[in-house]
């Protein structure tokens, strides 16, 4: 059984830093695109950044410059580095991954993890 587990959230004071991680585990060859994602209640999920197997990067223009995305082949995990943070900030952040099984390809979703900035 395939999974993806986030860890990391928390309260933090804006202008704060928090670091995201992503693992995934469970019977899988490879990995393919990892992502972040945040939803506040009543707004649609949106993405915040995304890693290609290759390694190429995209952010949403409110992080640009302020978060990192990253990944570790090795560890199959996931990385998300928020630095100068705003309460505008605040949300659940989502990982997802695009799993490559029995040569087909799947988008797995985490559970989410808890992110809070106070002014």
């Known amino acids: 059984q395939v999974q993806l587990v986030e860890s990391g959230g928390g309260l933090v004071q804006a202008g704060g830093s928090l670091r995201l991680s992503c693992v995934a585990s469970g019977s899988f060859s490879s990995i393919n695109a990892m992502a972040w994602y945040r939803q506040v209640p009543g707004k649609q999920r949106e993405l915040v950044a995304r890693?290609?197997?290759?390694?190429?990067?995209n952010y949403a223009d409110s992080v640009k410059g302020r978060f990192t995305i990253s990944r570790d082949y090795a560890k199959n995990t996931g990385y998300l580095q928020m630095n100068s943070l705003k309460p505008e900030d605040t949300a659940v952040y989502f990982c997802?991954?695009?799993?490559?099984?029995?040569?087909?390809?799947?988008?797995?979703w985490g559970q989410g993890t808890q992110v809070t900035v106070s002014p």
């Open positions: 997802n991954a695009d799993l490559v099984v029995l040569a087909r390809t799947y988008r797995y």
């Open positions: 890693i290609t197997g290759g390694s190429r990067t």
